[in-house]
């Protein structure tokens, strides 16, 4: 075995081989495969272990996904703007969007956690299976190359891409931020209408979420309740890129 790691057993490598046949990559580097499955809690805990787990993985990964889904937006949806392109690939590159993927392809079960993190709840946690889908793009792509990894992208996003360019998302993001909101500060977000430009039958609409007298978020949409998702899910995204938990009292 990789100096790296010396904790895959032959019963490891071969769920490893299969997980990669169920991916649709079975020439995928299995030992690459359960790196990118090794969170940093693991390998912190394990002294045959000379890793940063995923860590590395994830940080590749994180830069193709984001590559990725910005080459899609501008190829296919050239009428939209700079700013308006920024806000959909916040929305589809965000944590949740990821876990939302990492957990519709089984892979938290083959995640390796050190024993603190699961006893914290980490295998549910947005934030560890967003990593999770990033790390798993990472070692697609030095298994098989960057037209393979940009495929897995898009195969798993595609479809999340095009509901956020019309509003619409699987994710309930007015929905989440309020119960984060109200576990953090006891309050509801509020929207205000900034803008309603445009003729009746087309207008633009655009919405800024506060919590407090704090703007958190801002959205754009074709109807009201669509830029109120919008400024939600900007909302979730910059409170996610916070090194620590915004203060709303």
């Known amino acids: 075995m990789s100096a790296?790691?010396?904790?895959?057993?032959?019963?490891?490598?071969?769920?490893?081989?299969?997980?990669?046949?169920?991916?649709?990559?079975?020439?995928?580097?299995?030992?690459?495969?359960h790196l990118a499955l090794c969170h940093s809690s693991y390998a912190n805990e394990r002294e045959d272990c000379e890793s940063f787990g995923n860590e590395r993985l994830e940080f590749l990964g994180d830069a193709i996904v984001g590559y990725t889904v910005t080459e899609m937006l501008y190829n296919h949806?050239?009428?939209?703007?700079?700013?308006?392109?920024?806000?959909?690939?916040s929305i589809v590159v965000s944590k949740r969007i990821l876990a939302q993927r990492t957990i519709e392809l089984g892979l938290g079960k083959y995640l390796l956690l050190g024993k603190g993190e699961e006893q914290t709840g980490g295998r549910t946690r947005f934030s560890i299976l967003g990593n999770l889908f990033e790390s798993i793009v990472g070692a697609v792509h030095l298994s098989?190359?960057?037209?393979?990894?940009?495929?897995f992208v898009l195969d798993q996003l595609e479809e999340e891409i095009e509901?956020?360019?019309?509003?619409?998302?699987?994710?309930?993001?007015?929905?989440?931020?309020q119960e984060y909101v109200q576990k953090e500060s006891g309050v509801l977000p509020a929207y205000r209408m900034v803008t309603a430009a445009g003729p009746d039958h087309d207008k633009d609409f655009m919405v800024d979420v506060f919590v407090r007298d704090k703007r958190v978020g801002r959205g754009e949409g074709k109807s009201k309740k669509r830029a109120e998702k919008a400024a939600a899910a900007d909302a979730l995204a910059y409170i996610e890129s916070l090194e620590k938990l915004p203060q709303f009292s």
């Open 144 to 151: 098989c190359g960057i037209e393979a990894s940009k495929r």
């Open 77 to 89: 949806h050239p009428t939209l703007r700079e700013g308006q392109l920024s806000k959909i690939k």
């Open 4 to 33: 790296q790691n010396t904790s895959m057993d032959s019963e490891r490598e071969q769920e490893m081989r299969e997980l990669a046949q169920s991916l649709g990559y079975p020439d995928m580097d299995p030992f690459l495969l």
């Open 163 to 177: 509901k956020a360019v019309r509003g619409e998302s699987i994710v309930d993001y007015k929905s989440m931020l």
